[in-house]
C-alpha cells in the first residue's frame, strides 16, 4: 500500500501525499508536493485545560438556520483511557448553534460552527459533556475518560471504523524542515466510515520516559486538522534524535496504546 505522510513541523501539522520522491545530492528524500498546512502552537502539560482554534471546513450558511436544532456532526475525547496527568483530547464538530462548552470550557464558534480540539489533563475518571445551544434548541452529549488502565481499542466510534496500528518507527534521511536527523514516527492505516469521511489523528510525545510518564510532552495535531482514509505515516519534528521517548497516539476513539521509541526500527 502507498504510504502518506505528515508532521507536526515545529508546532505545526504539515501534511504531504508521497506519491513520488525527488532524490537529493545529499541522498535526503523530500515529498514532491505539501498539500496543505495548518500553524499552531507547541502545547506541553500545564494541568489545566487548554483550548486551541477550530480547523473544520463546515458550510456556515447550513448551520445559520434559525429555527433547525443543533446537529452534533462529530464529538470523541481520545484516549478513552489513560494514566493519570496523561493527554485527553476532545474533538467536536457541531451546527446549527450559538455556543458550545466542554465541562464548561467555552469552545471556538462562528457562523452557526462550533468546531475544534481541547486538551485536557484528567487525575480521575472524569465524564466529559457536550452541550451545544442554538436558537432551535439545546442537545448534549458525554463520554467517560477512564483514568488508571488502557483500554485501548473499544467499540469504534463511529460505527465501521477501522485502524491498524503497524508501529511506531523513527522517520530518517529528510531535509532538516521536514526532519532534523531521526523523528518519532507512527505508521498506521485506516478505513472511515462516511460520513464523516475524515476524522482527526492525535498523538501526544513523552520525553524523557519509555513508559508515557506525563512529565513533560508534546501534542501532535494542536488545531485537530482531519485525516482520510488510506496507509499513512505521521511523525513528530520538534524533538528529533530522543530515543527515550514514547507516545500514545489516537484515531477517533482507538488508541495505539503507549508505544516506545527506545528500540523502535526505521519507518518504511
Known amino acids: 500500500?502507498?504510504?502518506?505522510?505528515?508532521?507536526?513541523?515545529?508546532?505545526a501539522l504539515c501534511l504531504a501525499v508521497v506519491a513520488s520522491w525527488s532524490f537529493l545530492p545529499s541522498r535526503t528524500r523530500a515529498p514532491r508536493a505539501v498539500h496543505r498546512s495548518y500553524q499552531s502552537l507547541d502545547r506541553y502539560n500545564t494541568g489545566r485545560p487548554d483550548l486551541i482554534k477550530a480547523a473544520f471546513q463546515q458550510d456556515s450558511a447550513a448551520g445559520s438556520s434559525s429555527d433547525v436544532a443543533p446537529v452534533i456532526n462529530y464529538f470523541n475525547v481520545a484516549p478513552a483511557s489513560t494514566l493519570p496527568g496523561q493527554a485527553a483530547i476532545a474533538t467536536i464538530s457541531v451546527s446549527n448553534v450559538t455556543a458550545a462548552t466542554i465541562n464548561g470550557i467555552i469552545a471556538s464558534c462562528?457562523?452557526?460552527?462550533?468546531?475544534?480540539?481541547?486538551?485536557?489533563?484528567?487525575?480521575?475518571?472524569?465524564?466529559?459533556?457536550?452541550d451545544a445551544t442554538g436558537t432551535g434548541g439545546n442537545m448534549s452529549a458525554s463520554q467517560q475518560v477512564e483514568v488508571g488502565k488502557y483500554q485501548r481499542n473499544p467499540a469504534a466510534s463511529p460505527t465501521g471504523l477501522q485502524v491498524t496500528w503497524n508501529g511506531a518507527c523513527w522517520l530518517k534521511g529528510y531535509p532538516k524542515s521536514f526532519c532534523n536527523g531521526a523523528c518519532q514516527g507512527m505508521d498506521f492505516t485506516v478505513a472511515i466510515p462516511n460520513p464523516p469521511s475524515q476524522l482527526p489523528l492525535e498523538g501526544t510525545l513523552y520525553l524523557g520516559s519509555t513508559t508515557c510518564n506525563p512529565s513533560e510532552q508534546d501534542n501532535l495535531n494542536d488545531f485537530g486538522s482531519p485525516t482520510g482514509s488510506g496507509g499513512w505515516i505521521f511523525w513528530f519534528t520538534h524533538h528529533p534524535n530522543r530515543k527515550k521517548s514514547s507516545a500514545i497516539w489516537t484515531f477517533g476513539n482507538q488508541s495505539s496504546g503507549c508505544v516506545s521509541y527506545a528500540n523502535a526500527p526505521d519507518c518504511p
Not at 502507498?2 to 515545529?10: C, F, G, I, T, V
Not at 462550533?114 to 489533563?121: D, I, N, R, S, V
Request: aromatic share 12%; with cysteine; net charge positive.
Open 1 to 11: 500500500m502507498k504510504r502518506h505522510r505528515a508532521n507536526q513541523y515545529a508546532g
Open 110 to 130: 462562528s457562523g452557526g460552527i462550533c468546531a475544534g480540539t481541547m486538551l485536557f489533563y484528567p487525575g480521575s475518571t472524569t465524564n466529559y459533556v457536550l
